[in-house]
């Protein structure tokens, strides 16, 4: 025989809890696997309709629980809207599907890319500053004069005596204006002629 009940105790995390029947004050012990829709989460207040039978104990077991009327109407669609979701039930916690573990793949790996292609282009980028830099000639006879010459604050190609007098204070003495082209050779026009 059938009977309707209201779920007048749910617990969640063990699965379980009672039902009581709508003519009598008897409850009776109701397990998550007795119901014939498990895709939906019983809850305390959910009218049901079930069979009654005893365990070896003469306990009251309720078995074959479906939900009654229009609940069942709203579980199944909430049920049916559960299984839409992009995220599959595991135990309490939610995993996400295969398409956002691609999703998320290929996002990762288009941080990655991103990451490559940007110290790529700093290091051609360098490169190419680099090229783009005036050649700085090696001023070799300025280290041999150092000892002939030191800085008195000359500042012009027309104070110098010398190539080698140019260069080195070019190379040693700050404020010098002997570079107008800025290539490193000092005085070309008057001491340092580029031939």
């Known amino acids: 025989m059938r009977l309707q009940g209201r779920i007048v105790e749910w617990n969640d995390a063990r699965g379980f809890g009672f039902v009581l029947w709508h003519g009598g004050d008897e409850r009776a012990f109701a397990h998550i696997k007795a119901f014939a829709d498990r895709g939906a989460q019983p809850a305390v207040g959910d009218v049901v309709t079930y069979e009654v039978a005893t365990d070896p104990l003469g306990r009251m077991r309720a078995s074959n629980i479906r939900y009654a009327g229009a609940a069942a109407d709203v579980r199944q669609r909430s049920h049916a809207s559960e299984r839409q979701r992009p995220y599959e039930r595991v135990g309490r916690r939610a995993r996400p599907g295969v398409g956002e573990r691609v999703l998320g793949a290929l996002f990762l790996l288009a941080i ?26 090696a001023i070799a006879d300025a280290a041999p004069a150092s000892g002939r010459f030191s800085c008195d604050g000359r500042q012009y190609c027309s104070q110098m005596t010398s190539c080698a007098e140019a260069k080195f204070y070019l190379a040693q003495c700050p404020g010098t204006q002997m570079d107008g082209d800025g290539d490193g050779v000092p005085c070309e026009s008057q001491w340092c002629g580029v031939p």
Request: hydrophobic share 45%.
């Open 112 to 137: 990655v890319a991103g990451v490559v292609w940007y110290r790529g282009d700093q290091q051609e980028q360098g490169l190419a500053d680099a090229a783009a830099a005036p050649p700085v000639r």
